[in-house]
């Protein structure tokens, strides 16, 4: 049966942080296919997912790069550029006032992390205090 195929590539972004992705697709038959992993079906969401997610995505050469540095800068600059999650009002340190932050589970932040690189945020921050930061910026509570 006829399928698309796909290559997705990342290229950097026209703005100061990460990464879009992009792809070509060519026609192709699913016999064409060396790699039966590569077959998978790709939503409308999933893609709108892949995009958000890879355009605030700090610069990393390996996975030892992904220490909780990249980690706070990614999940700060994706969430509350977007701000995508359950928006709550919170008192922020560094501001001095109640302002609005991007509520997300730490499940889903797994799950997110997982789809992108093959590994849950809780294998690469295994404590989600390190995230937490001193301004106030990022905070940690309640499994969110």
Known sequence: SPVSLITLHLAPAETEYGYIIAGKEEKAQEADIKNEDMLFPLSNRDISMLQRSTLFMPDFREEADLDAVFWKDYLLNCYSRTFNGEPVNRYSKLLGTTTAY???????????????????????????????????????EDGC
Do not use: C
Not at 114 to 127: D, E, I, M, Q, T
């Open 102 to 140: 991007a509520r997300v589970s730490a499940e889903a932040l797994d799950d997110e992390i997982r789809a992108l690189f093959g590994k849950a945020l809780s294998r690469y921050v295994p404590n989600p205090n390190d995230l937490t930061e001193e301004s106030g910026d990022m905070i940690y």
